[in-house]
């Protein structure tokens, strides 16, 4: 089976772009959540979508928001790029039972803002 | 929330020793994972243990959830085993949040 697919692989923005990045989960995963992980730290909580529906969000400003398709695809858009937002970012899908449930993360898309 | 923390920051070992990372969370998990990023910052699936104990070929793990730590032992260390190491939990919110990672390199 094919497992967490990411889109782009890489991409190059200039300041105050927007981007588009999407996520394919693994067949029979209803859940999407985004990570944003700069270069030397850990994976940073962006989003979480179940069912169509926002369930978490972190400390992340207004200009990122992100949706998931009935297919349950994902897309992150991140809008006004700041040098500061280039970055690893990762898609996790999960299949759940009630609270517990194990991720398994995409290859990430790899942003440079310049 | 939950704080997660992670020690060592750095580790070099000589191809063939062993080690353990160990994994300090601040609030009972429901969730626990460990993961190793490779060098092109895929994050790969090592153990799902949010309590006892697992193994995996030269990898095992054990999470003690009422002393609130994860250990990830990793013996006859190889240099593929090189990268950082990861750990993530939640705790009653759907946000998984990660330690700072241990870099290991192991040297041939």
């Known amino acids: 089976d094919a497992g967490v697919t990411q889109s782009p692989t890489h991409l190059i923005k200039t300041r105050g772009q927007q981007v588009t990045l999407r996520c394919s989960p693994i067949s029979g995963h209803k859940s999407v959540s985004w990570y944003q992980q700069v270069l030397g730290q850990g994976p940073q909580f962006i989003f979480q979508?179940?069912?169509?529906?926002?369930?978490g969000r972190g400390n992340f400003p207004d200009r990122f928001s992100a949706r998931q398709f009935p297919n349950y695809s994902s897309e992150l858009n991140v809008n006004a790029l700041l040098l500061g937002d280039s970055a690893l970012y990762l898609c996790?899908?999960?299949?759940?039972?009630?609270?517990?449930?194990?991720?398994?993360f995409g290859p990430g898309t790899r942003l440079t803002v310049t | 929330g939950i704080q997660v923390e992670q020690s060592p920051p750095d580790l070099i070992l000589q191809e063939g020793a062993n080690s353990t990372l160990r994994c300090n969370f601040s609030d009972s998990v429901n969730n626990l994972q460990w993961f190793h990023q490779n060098p092109w910052g895929q994050l790969i699936n090592l153990f799902y243990i949010p309590s006892g104990t697992k193994q995996n070929g030269r990898l095992s793990a054990t999470t003690v959830a009422t002393e609130r730590y994860s250990l990830l032992y990793i013996s006859s260390s190889q240099t593929t085993d090189s990268g950082v190491y990861f750990c993530a939990a939640n705790s009653g919110t759907y946000k998984y949040i990660f330690g700072t990672g241990t870099r290991l390199k192991v040297l041939a």
């Open positions: 979508y179940y069912e169509k529906e926002e369930r």
């Open positions: 996790a899908s999960s299949f759940e039972q009630a609270v517990y449930y194990e991720q398994y």
